[in-house]
């Protein structure tokens, strides 16, 4: 019998994680739509060919971490293990090119078999921003700036450093794919075995590698910035120029790197020493050739993503769950008469706890539980008069308040003393 508990790798969020998670998330939506970017949802499964043609037949996503599976139509489908791919797809399918520019922004859970550890988990949860159609410099610093934007108002951006990378134009990844390829091809037989099958395949993403032995002998490999274009310099550098000129502060490093063919010009990731091994809140970059890869019009974009569970553990800041109203009746003619009142209440934006049974000191302790910021007592007695008494849990103030003036004493603030 399986055991009755999470499957590893998952988690409950239970309400007070849920209400960081959300705040994550909120935040993120507010300050994507100030930059002018739209909400898009796209399905969690996909046909398992719209990843592979994104994510390549020899990445570690592909060939490791997928849930793949077919369905009862005989359909291979995976769950989204990322969100570009599932975003361009919908570019293609839906006939987009001619709305670009286009700006989205999503958030959803994500699925990848690894290996659980703090920050990492089976099925996750991103924030996504993806802009379609710009090939300028400037798509570039505004996407990171809008990450960095998020992360200050996280209350995240002062544990975090940005790193940045230019990937060059194709003429320069060939240059030094051909380079790279030369200089390892000597020390193939001490990488690491993953790294020895990415020498044919995918030789950037060795640069990449955690494996201390690869380290060592990365150390000493050719540098890209060695074989950018003018071009390719030029665009690096305007981009440079626009974060200097918004204040946001980064740090190249040549060993940031984005293994596919469609990565081109910046990568970027915003870095983190709070949380141990997993140390990337926000990754992206620039991916010029992603939708002509997938079928679809030579298309320009950028993005990047964020792990709302890693910035849910640094965010210290976010607001505390609503207190309620405490409708407590006593009295079987207080029962009736408090749960048309709570409704009254409710549809005036007011939130409100009735409790199901007991007396007056059993609801009491159950206002305080829930940490009620207000008990309102009805019985026979003020039935009669029309009238509730109003109690301040915080302070014990206690006041006689008319019943048809609750809805607005209530909105005003606590009770007060008479």
Known sequence: MTSLQPVRGTHDLLPEDNRRHRHVVERARAIAERYGYAEIATPIFEFSEVFRRTLGETSDVVTKEMYTFVDRGGEEVTLRPEYTAGIARAFISGGLKQHLPLKFFGAGPMFRYERPQKGRLRQFHQIDVELLGVAEPA???????????????????????????SLGDPDSRAAYRDALVGYLAPHRARL????????????????????????????????????????????????????????????????????????THTAFEFTTTALGAQGALIAGGRYDGLIEAMGGPATPGIGWAGGIERLALLCQAYPPA???????????????????????????????????????????????????????????TELARGIATVRDLDTGAQREVALAELAAALRTGPASAP
């Open 322 to 380: 609503p207190r309620p109203l405490a409708l407590i009746p006593l009295g079987p003619a207080a029962e009736a008469a408090v749960a048309q009142l709570g409704q009254q209440l409710r549809r005036a934006g007011l939130a409100v706890d009735i409790g199901y049974s007991g007396n007056l000191s059993r609801r009491m302790k159950r206002a305080n539980k829930i940490n009620a910021r207000t008990a309102v007592i009805v019985g026979e």
């Open 192 to 263: 690491s075995a993953d790294s020895q099958a990415r020498l044919d395949r995918n030789p950037l993403r060795i640069l990449d590698s955690k494996d201390e032995g690869d380290r060592a002998i990365v150390a000493q490999a050719p540098d890209i910035f060695d074989h950018l274009t003018p071009a390719a310099s030029a665009f690096f550098a305007a981009v440079r120029a626009g974060l200097d000129n918004l204040g946001i502060a980064y740090r190249v490093n040549h060993r940031l790197v984005r293994g596919l063919d469609y990565y």
């Open 139 to 165: 798509a570039d610093i505004e996407v990171i700036a809008l990450a960095a934007d998020i992360l200050a108002d996280l209350g995240v951006l002062g544990h975090a450093t940005l790193e940045l990378n």
